[in-house]
């Protein structure tokens, strides 16, 4: 089992940036793919972005490439997602997400990931 608390969200402007932070407890958070999925009101949850259990690896939805930045501190078990350039379309709950991985393979469907955050609100204003 792993838990993960999910932190950082916040209301910003637009061009504004934020971080966001996965903490991980439980078992070796090292051994997990991590993922930063959103979901805005009305709309279905999607994928933002990925990475590899080594971190060696990210992946990211069209929509932030360039934009985000996601990286891992195994060492302190924690996740990360770094927000530049944010837009108003960025508004969503953004929720971190886990699943146990053999491989430099980034899942982009929530269905396959085992674990998730509780959610942090991101509020990007015009």
């Known amino acids: 089992q792993v838990q993960l608390v999910d932190s950082g969200g916040g209301l910003v402007q637009a061009g504004g940036s934020l971080r966001l932070s996965c903490a991980a407890s439980?078992?070796?958070?090292?051994?997990?793919?991590m993922g930063w999925f959103r979901q805005a009101p009305g709309k279905e949850r999607e994928f933002v972005a990925g990475?590899?259990?080594?971190?060696?690896?990210?992946s990211y939805a069209d929509s932030v490439k360039g934009r985000f930045a996601i990286s891992r501190d195994n060492a302190k078990n924690t996740g990360y997602l770094r927000m530049n350039s944010l837009k108003p379309e960025d508004t969503a709950i953004y929720y971190c997400a886990a699943y146990l991985s053999t491989s430099t393979v980034i899942a982009a469907a929530p269905v396959a990931y085992n674990y998730w955050g509780q959610g942090t609100q991101v509020t990007v204003s015009s």
């Open positions: 990475i590899s259990w080594t971190g060696g690896r990210t």
């Open positions: 439980g078992r070796t958070f090292s051994r997990y793919a």
